[in-house]
């Protein structure tokens, strides 16, 4: 198993790995929007990922299971690329400090029993077993872009939706142009 990883990291082309894995990966990096500097990161996930699924090869058994005569336990996989907040130690936080570091989940240790972090902001990689995921969410978000339709000729043009940090009032009724400025007077 471990070894399977390491050679997996070490390749550096495509030519000499499987079409499969590349899909995978790319899936993987696709579902959160994650930079391409995270593909061996991903390659990684696969093979840990593969390594615990039933195949035809060993008979319906997973080569994790084949290999150390257990049934590897599958509940502790997270979705790859999504947040997670890593606990900070009481020994390395003051008092008002925050209890947890918001990271990206990106793999799982092959070294020791833990989740492997990224911070972007400190561009620290993290090990740790302490670890609350949301996996819905993603560091790398989206561009919210919408479909304006145009009916006449069918054609869709995208335009991106920008969000307002305007305070919004009492917004002027079409119909009674009496009503002037609402913030006057206030």
């Known amino acids: 198993n471990r070894h399977i990883a390491e050679v997996a990291r070490a390749l550096l082309n495509e030519k000499n790995m499987p079409h499969y894995f590349w899909t995978e990966a790319r899936a993987l990096m696709n579902e959160k929007n994650m930079p391409h500097y995270f593909w061996t990161e991903a390659i990684s996930t696969v093979v840990y990922i593969m390594n615990r699924t039933p195949t035809a090869v060993v008979h319906g058994m997973t080569p994790e299971h084949k290999f150390t005569n257990t049934?590897?336990?599958?509940?502790?996989?997270?979705?790859f690329g999504c947040i997670a907040y890593v606990h900070v130690p009481d020994e390395v936080r003051t008092k008002l400090d925050p209890k947890a570091k918001k990271c990206?989940?990106?793999?799982?240790?092959?070294?020791?029993?833990?989740?492997?972090?990224?911070?972007?902001?400190?561009?620290?990689?993290?090990?740790?077993?302490?670890?609350?995921?949301?996996?819905?969410?993603?560091w790398y978000a989206p561009a919210q872009?919408?479909?304006?339709?145009?009916?006449?000729?069918?054609?869709?043009?995208?335009r991106v939706q920008q969000?307002?940090?305007?305070?919004?009032?009492?917004?002027?009724?079409?119909?009674?142009?009496?009503?002037?400025?609402?913030?006057?007077?206030?």
Request: aromatic residues 8%; contains cysteine.
């Open 71 to 79: 049934k590897p336990n599958v509940a502790h996989l997270k979705v």
């Open 104 to 138: 990206i989940f990106i793999g799982y240790s092959l070294e020791q029993k833990g989740y492997r972090c990224y911070n972007p902001t400190t561009r620290e990689m993290r090990v740790s077993r302490d670890v609350v995921f949301d996996e819905m969410s993603s």
């Open 145 to 158: 872009v919408a479909k304006d339709a145009d009916v006449r000729s069918a054609e869709a043009v995208p």
């Open 163 to 186: 969000q307002s940090q305007e305070l919004s009032g009492p917004r002027e009724s079409s119909s009674s142009g009496s009503i002037g400025n609402p913030w006057s007077g206030r």
